[in-house]
């Protein structure tokens, strides 16, 4: 057996695998099913122990493409899936060349959108949805990336908190750039609620989709949540000399959703008016993911990790008050881990733990213990509230953290 196989160290070396055959006439044990968006080509998912890897086979080219942009938006911080591995130069039995095939592990507690329709009341989806999507573009398009083929079915979605993530899966028509133009950008949202609108009006066809989202309407909405999403990271300002609170009010925006700042241009012009100008290139998501990861070393989704670290300030608050004097914030960060956090999530049994990731867990927990308490008129004892949280409301809940797997 003939190939090139490049893979990423921490990995198996899937030299197992019966890369001289198509990837359709697989029969290796390796083989699990799962439920996929729909794909141009052969999606294939293998297990190594208690990891999953989903291999796409696709001509050479676009796959080495894929290979690279994948990693670079990675690095970037973009959240797309993780690709580990690319097999080039097969041949089968006969000698005859065979695609490449790139492999990517399984993100875990993502969901595709199909299975999202089914599982959710459609109304409650909706919004998250399109902000989801406009959230992933606008990442994507300050980074320089236009992707072409922005669809739900190239997307993975996972809770957090009350909002969804989502997560780039398919590149192989992206193309990069040092910077896109307005109409490169335009175009790329253009497509997007097309194709969008598109899955919609075929989940529809089939008894999925209910009335509560109309396909035209949310292809609108998603260009329009893109447009002010845009606009709010990169549109220059003019203010007067006495109206510098304006900067600090736009800068206090776009850290409420989710960016930070890391330069700012300040540009005086005539008449005494002062023009604030933001650069796209050191604009970086992930604030709150980022002070969470510093002080607890968690990784969590970033509307997650907000709710952690109020919850964090909260516990801070609360020791200070206990204990008469007020700690570093390094301090309460660890005492909330040991007291509060780690108990909490460890209140989930085994069997169950593969229902929500661990911050996930914590935040549904806090939200019935919000409700709860106010019901009762009276503070409920959190591990009391997470008791009640994992006897009643988790085990109702889906399998998130491989998705509905099964032996091929």
Known sequence: MRLQLTARTGHPDFLDLPWDVPLADWTSERLVEMPLGIHRHVVRTVRYQDRLYHLKELPRRYALREWRFLRHLREEGVPVVDVVGIVTLRDDADGSRLDACLITQHLEFSVPYRLLFLRREHHALRDPLIDAMAQLLVRLHLNGFFWGDCSLSNTLFRRDAGSLAAYLVDTETGELHDELSTGQRTTDVELAAEKTA?????LQAAGVLGDAIDPADFAVDLQERYARLWTELTHDEVFATDERHRIHDRLRRINEI????????????????TRLHLRTSVLEPGRYQRLLRELTALEAQDLQARVLLNDIRNFGAWLADSEGVSLDETVVARRWLERSFEPTVALVPRELRGRRQAPQVFVEVLEHWQRWSAEQGVDLDLFEAARRYVSDILPSTDEEQLVGTTDA
């Open 198 to 202: 598109g899955e919609l009006l075929d």
């Open 258 to 273: 989710g960016y930070d700042v890391q330069e700012l241009e300040l540009v005086r012009e005539d008449g005494g008016l």
